[in-house]
């Protein structure tokens, strides 16, 4: 079977950092992504690791363990802006999405 | 060129109408799918169109049709839809469709938001 999990609420504070986890099974593995979506707008890309490690782009970093089904997207200096629902997504012949993380960035 | 445009961006039909969402994109995509967002939850997968060819569904109700008339368009058209149908219907495209993905990246459009009375 394919299921994903990741919290479902996180608040922090502005400037500070911030990682939201996702654990993942899924039939066969091509690939582990993460969204941002904001409320009534569409998914947007983030990150995608394919292989075990770090990946960084900018303020965004997302990190894999293929042998722990393990992912986690840390978010360094937290603007306001970036609250939104981040969504960690499993290509396993198709994509198929956590629930999504609700991050509330606080004054 | 990198949006993938979706028609209407909203929508409201009696459960006896029939309608239509369209999806639009021109990065040569050859990959376009269907999915259904309910408030505060993920977007769930509906429909994939591989090198214009339906490759997944996932158990949709006919009342759900979908339609790839080319490689850049995809429709879906809705029939005897019910109140519990409402939602945001997200159409996306990726850079390969033969159960690969080489860029790792979905582009979706806006969506259509469907309320069914």
């Known amino acids: 079977g394919q299921n994903i999990d990741q919290p479902t609420e996180m608040t922090a504070t502005e400037g500070a950092i911030v990682q939201i986890n996702c654990t993942y099974q899924t039939s066969g593995f091509n690939g582990l992504f993460w969204y941002q979506q904001h409320a009534g707008e569409a998914p947007t890309f983030l990150s995608y690791n394919v292989l075990d490690g770090l990946e960084e782009k900018g303020r965004f970093s997302s990190f894999l363990s293929r042998s722990k089904g393990y992912s986690y997207l840390l978010l360094k200096e937290l603007q306001m802006k970036d609250s939104a629902s981040y969504l960690c997504?499993?290509?396993?012949?198709?994509?198929?999405f956590g629930q999504g993380t609700e991050l509330s960035v606080k004054p | 060129d990198t949006e993938v445009t979706q028609t209407p961006k909203h929508l409201v039909m009696g459960m006896t109408n029939k309608k239509s969402l369209k999806c639009e994109q021109h990065?040569?995509?050859?990959?376009m799918y269907w999915y259904k967002q309910k408030a505060k939850k993920p977007p769930e997968l509906m429909f994939v169109y591989s090198y214009e060819k339906l490759s997944i569904n996932e158990s949709v109700p006919s009342r759900f049709s979908p339609e790839c008339p080319n490689s850049s368009l995809l429709n879906l058209h809705l029939h005897a839809l019910q109140p519990e149908d409402s939602a945001l219907y997200l159409c996306?495209?990726?850079?390969?469709?033969?159960?690969?993905?080489?860029?790792?990246?979905?582009?979706f459009g806006e969506g259509s938001r469907l309320t069914v009375l």
């Open positions: 997504a499993a290509w396993g012949g198709k994509l198929i």
């Open positions: 996306a495209s990726s850079q390969e469709g033969r159960g690969r993905v080489d860029t790792g990246e979905l582009f």
């Open positions: 990065m040569g995509h050859r990959a």
